[in-house]
T-cell receptor, first 115, second 110 residues
Framework: EAGVTQFPSHSVIEKGQTVTLRCDPI?????LYWYRRVMGKEIKFLLH????????ESGMPNNRFLAERTGGTYSTLKVQPAELEDSGVYFC?????????????FGPGTRLLVL | RKEVEQDPGPFNVPEGATVAFNCTYS??????FFWYRQDCRKEPKLLMS???SGNEDGRFTAQLNRASQYISLLIRDSKLSDSATYLC???????????FGSGTRLSIRP
């Protein structure tokens, strides 16, 4: 079974540019999460989709970040315009809703560097 | 104060040793707890889930102390391949965000 995949694996952009990250969850997983780890800090939650609906977006840093999950399959996270502090590793995770037994499976991450 | 606190280490122990990590959490209502393992430049991978007082999986034992709000991870007979960063995490309820600690770095030497 294929795991969570993310594209691109790395992205280097200049401040002010736009970047779009993509996440393909494990097939059949309704829950999709975005997390971010900036250098020297812990992994922090950004938002949570259930199918195509945003269940919790309390971790989104500001309105420069836009996440979508059209059709409830893959998700995109767009940063526009990117700032230096957006640099970090962006992880996507997916899960089936199994109640207390839910396990989130993480993708390999996208390493974003804003210069 | 961080919601999940861990000693960052690094812990440097000889192969075959037993090593233990502790992690404290601040939200007494949290339902589930986890230990993830993260190798350098890789994604976190679930090592153990801790739903009740604790559980054991081979050389790994996780324990939960709700009264003192901490969880621990014990690794027995450590192997070189156990070298990694170990992330403690909590979740308030099912199908919700995971809150991670900063991680504890472990290095096993021959």
């Amino acid at each position: 079974e294929a795991g969570v995949t993310q594209f691109p694996s790395h992205s280097v952009i200049e401040k002010g540019q736009t970047v779009t990250l993509r996440c393909d969850p494990i097939s059949g997983h309704d829950n999709l999460y975005w997390y971010r780890r900036v250098m020297g800090k812990e992994i922090k939650f950004l938002l949570h989709f259930v199918k195509e609906s945003k269940q919790d977006e309390s971790g989104m840093p500001n309105n420069r970040f836009l996440a979508e999950r059209t059709g409830g399959t893959y998700s995109t996270l767009k940063v526009q315009p990117a700032e230096l502090e957006d640099s970090g590793v962006y992880f996507c995770a997916s899960s089936q809703d199994l109640g207390a037994m839910e396990t989130q499976y993480f993708g390999p991450g996208t390493r974003l560097l804003v210069l | 104060r961080k919601e999940v606190e861990q000693d960052p280490g690094p812990f440097n122990v000889p192969e075959g040793a037993t090593v233990a990590f502790n992690c404290t959490y601040s939200n007494s209502a949290s339902q589930s707890f986890f230990w993830y393992r993260q190798d350098c430049r890789k994604e976190p991978k679930l090592l153990m889930s801790v739903y009740s007082s604790g559980n054991e999986d081979g050389r790994f034992t996780a324990q939960l102390n709700r009264a003192s709000q901490y969880i621990s991870l014990l690794i027995r007979d450590s192997k070189l391949s156990d070298s990694a960063t170990y992330l403690c995490a909590e979740r308030y309820s099912s199908a919700s965000k995971i809150i991670f600690g900063s991680g504890t770095r472990l290095s096993i030497r021959p």
